[in-house]
């Protein structure tokens, strides 16, 4: 079998090579042998070894990937409306999606990070940050579902978000804008200054993940662009991108890169958790949502919160410090040990990298170059570790393969260049297509890297698929990192613009992945948990119908005594106690998307009849040889 399996391929390879040459792609790599199409082959029926949880930018979403497959399992909804799930649309959800501005159905979202017991991924949950109202969400890997969203106050962008510390002791979002705090109407041309930029510490929950807002420091309104934890020796601290230095708020007449050096600002959150813990900060009137999913009820709850505590910098002298960093720093890397802090200036050519062990001579010996609205400048020679001379052009981020190798994007040359930790030379580079942005390495960001793949996220498609109109898919690059020269192995296309990705062995996650929702565990108030159960209630001109579906029917199935103007709330339970059978349902003329719903639990929707008849409904999930009878009527009544 396996013998006929090679052939066909060796066949289709040399077909897929004349082609190749034919349209005569400009892509050396991209020609197909056989040995790279077996590195990416995951035969029918079996499994990946990885999952790539991959951001969806604007699309709000987070997808998950296999790994080397680039096969897509599913589609999370996590900031915006999902009709494929009712996320946002049924009853239970639509709290997830309230903000101090309202209902908000769309987000940008961007660094899903993995929740890390002792430095390694471990599987839990994975954060990620919206950006544009700014929100933190946690996905529980058993049911992979959103079940936590918390607004961040006093935030703007939110794109030094969101990146857990090397315990899941916090999880950290930095506001992009310097913004005032707190909002107020007051002249833009007073930002420098008087604006903030608030770096905000979620307290993680051990026990279920969750978050709460432990403090906000607020910074000098620089530009916050990126974040990652120590670890290791650095375990305590936190680095952010800062750019924009000159505190410019418009490019139209000051310019925002002027100045050579921007920082990386080293924040030991653990000496002000310390600060903190002793009654140190300033409670401040803030509006923030809270929401959270309970899966017993299977209903989310949102609270509007209403103070947040602030930590000034100032006042907690030795907690804060600017390394100088060049030319628009976007992506802080830290490495695996801890030791490196990689900071790549967006406009140079060169990534810099900074040494915690020199940092924190410089710091214990008061070596400063002075100060920024009261925070220390430490040299840049002094805490400098190296700096890679790539000769490429736009260095974004890196990844770690945790074998002593480091991995940059380089945006505006379009590459993945390899290089040494601590030589600092040149191993190997790669073109992408195109203009790629993140990588990721699948624990490539944390103490224990798992480094066989590298995915690079690319900003640009063009020719790469067939084309589909004037917007084509975004895409990410698949390359095989386990010899010491990188080999593209894939292209696949991502839903939505893939920011950045977090990946893991799946093994870890595939474990604990839960198959089913007990029904004696099913907690929703309008949950009927056997036919004899299911019942239609009137209050006014409400009707709450508690419904049930199970192959091949619902109960009750014809309902009367409907009117127009009724608002009719389907309470529909899926009695089915087996893995992978859920039902759908919906009506005629709803302003909803249908319910999909798991067996085990229940889900609501509002229907509003606005017109008189008999209406038919039916099951929308294809369950069973019976699919097509699964149906009933409702028949509705003139006022
Ligand atoms: S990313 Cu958000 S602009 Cu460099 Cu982290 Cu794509
Ligand atoms: Cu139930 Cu189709």
């Known amino acids: 079998m396996k013998t006929l399996f090679k052939s066909v391929l060796a066949l289709l390879t040399i077909s897929l090579m004349v082609v190749s040459c034919v349209q005569n792609s400009n892509d050396s790599s991209g020609a197909l042998s056989s040995s790279k199409a077996e590195k990416v082959y995951v035969a029918p029926g079996e499994h990946d070894d990885f999952y790539a949880f991959v951001s969806g930018g604007f699309s709000g979403q987070l997808a998950v990937y296999g790994l080397p ?62 950006n ?32 857990v510390t090397e315990n899941t002791e916090y999880v950290v979002a930095g506001t992009r804008f310097g913004v005032p705090v707190p909002q107020r109407d007051m002249p833009i041309a007073e930002y420098k200054g008087n604006f903030k930029g608030a770096l905000s510490f979620l307290k993680v929950d051990p026990e279920d993940g969750g978050m709460d807002i432990k403090f906000q420091i607020l910074m000098p309104g620089f ?47 653990k000496k002000i958790e310390e600060y903190v813990n002793n009654g140190g900060g300033k409670k401040m009137p803030a509006n923030y949502a809270h929401n959270v999913y309970d899966e017993h009820t299977h209903t989310a709850t949102s609270t509007m919160k209403k103070e947040v505590l602030t930590v000034d910098p100032t006042e907690v002298p030795g907690a804060i410090y600017f390394l100088p960093t060049p030319k628009s720093p976007h992506g802080c890397d830290v490495s695996p040990t801890g030791e490196y802090i990689v900071g790549s200036g967006k406009l140079s050519a060169d990534v810099t990298v900074h040494s915690f062990t020199k940092m924190m001579d410089a710091i214990n010996n008061k070596k400063f170059d002075g100060d920024a609205y009261g925070i220390p400048i430490l040299n840049y020679e002094d805490i400098l570790a190296g700096s890679v001379k790539s000769g490429g052009l736009g260095p974004l981020h890196t990844e770690f393969d945790g074998k002593g190798n480091a991995y940059t994007t380089f945006f505006i040359s379009s590459e993945v260049v390899k290089w040494k930790l601590g030589t ?89 992945s839960r198959k089913i929702f007990r029904l004696e565990e099913n907690q929703h108030p309008y949950a009927a948990k056997t036919e004899a159960e299911a019942k239609v209630v009137r209050k006014g001109n409400e009707v709450h119908i508690n419904m049930t579906m199970i192959r091949s029917h619902f109960a009750p199935d014809n309902i009367e005594g409907i009117q127009v103007g009724d608002k009719v709330y389907f309470h ?68």
């Open 132 to 163: 544009n109202t700014p929100r933190i969400a946690k996905i529980d890997l058993t049911t992979f579902e959103t079940t936590e969203i918390i607004e961040i106050p006093n935030s703007a962008g939110n794109h030094s978000s969101s990146y």
């Open 572 to 639: 529909v339970t899926n009695l089915e106690q087996d893995y992978d059978v859920p039902h759908g349902i919906s009506m005629i003329g709803a302003n909803t998307s249908e319910l999909l719903i798991m067996p085990g639990q229940t889900e609501t929707f509002v229907w509003e009849p606005k017109q008189v008849g008999v209406w038919p409904f039916y099951c929308t999930d294809f369950c069973s040889a019976l699919h097509q009878e699964m149906q009933g009527y409702v028949r509705v009544s003139p006022k």
């Open 424 to 512: 600092w030379e040149v191993i190997d580079r790669k073109p992408t297509y195109y203009s790629v942005g993140h990588l990721m390495i699948p624990g490539g960001n944390s103490g224990q890297p798992f480094g066989k793949y590298v995915l690079a996220m690319n900003k640009i498609t063009k020719d790469r698929y067939l084309p589909t109109g004037p917007e084509v898919t975004q895409s990410a690059q698949l390359y095989d990192i386990t010899g010491e020269k990188m080999e593209l192995l894939l292209d696949f296309p991502t839903v939505g613009e893939p920011h950045y990705a977090a990946g893991i062995p799946a093994d870890i996650v595939a474990k604990n």
């Open 69 to 130: 497959s680039g096969r897509l399992f599913k589609v999370i909804p996590v900031f915006s409306v999902d009709a494929e799930k009712a996320y946002g649309f049924n009853e239970e959800t639509k709290p997830m999606l309230n903000t101090s501005h309202g209902f908000i159905p769309w987000d940008d979202a961007h660094h899903p990070d993995i929740s890390q017991t002792n430095g390694v991924v471990d599987g839990r949950y994975v954060y990620i940050n919206g």
């Open 223 to 269: 530009d916050y662009d990126k974040a990652h934890p120590g670890r290791g020796d650095s375990h305590g601290w936190f680095f952010f991108t800062t750019y924009n230095s000159e505190e410019a708020h418009s490019l139209l007449e000051v310019n925002a890169s002027q100045n050579d050096k921007d920082f990386i600002a080293a924040v030991n959150w």
